[in-house]
C-alpha cells in the first residue's frame, strides 16, 4: 500500500476574541484538543497576526485513505462546537510521496 499523508486546512474565525492575547488562547485550546484526540499533527499556519482569524492545519500519515479522511472530517465537524470559534471553511488534501507506491 503506498504511503499517503493526509492534510486538513482549516480556515477559523474567533468572533468575540478582543486581542491577539484572546485569539491566542483560544486558539490553544483547540489546539490542544484536537491533540488529545486525535493522532495527528496540527498548527496555527496563517493568519497568526489576526486578532479574529486563523488557519489550523492538521496532518497524519498513513496507508488507508479512508481513514484519513474520516479522521479529518472529524476533527472539522467537531471545531466550534464550544463556541470559542467559527469554521469558515476547510478541506482536506492527499499527498502521495514520491516512490511511496513500492514496499
Known amino acids: 500500500m503506498p504511503l499517503l499523508v493526509a492534510v486538513l ?30 493522532p495527528v499533527s496540527v498548527a496555527e499556519v496563517g ?15 498513513t496507508t488507508d ?8 472530517d472529524r476533527i472539522a465537524g467537531g471545531i466550534g462546537r464550544d463556541g470559542e470559534v467559527e469554521l469558515l471553511s476547510s478541506r482536506v488534501e492527499f499527498f502521495y510521496p514520491e516512490g511511496s507506491e513500492t514496499e
Open 65 to 72: 485513505g479512508r481513514l484519513a479522511r474520516s479522521m479529518l
Open 9 to 38: 486546512i482549516a480556515e477559523l474565525l474567533f468572533p468575540d476574541a478582543a486581542s491577539l492575547k484572546d485569539k491566542r488562547r483560544r486558539l490553544s485550546g483547540l489546539v490542544a484538543r484536537i491533540r488529545a484526540n486525535y
Open 47 to 61: 493568519g497568526q497576526d489576526l486578532w479574529q482569524r486563523g488557519t489550523v492545519g492538521a496532518a497524519l500519515v
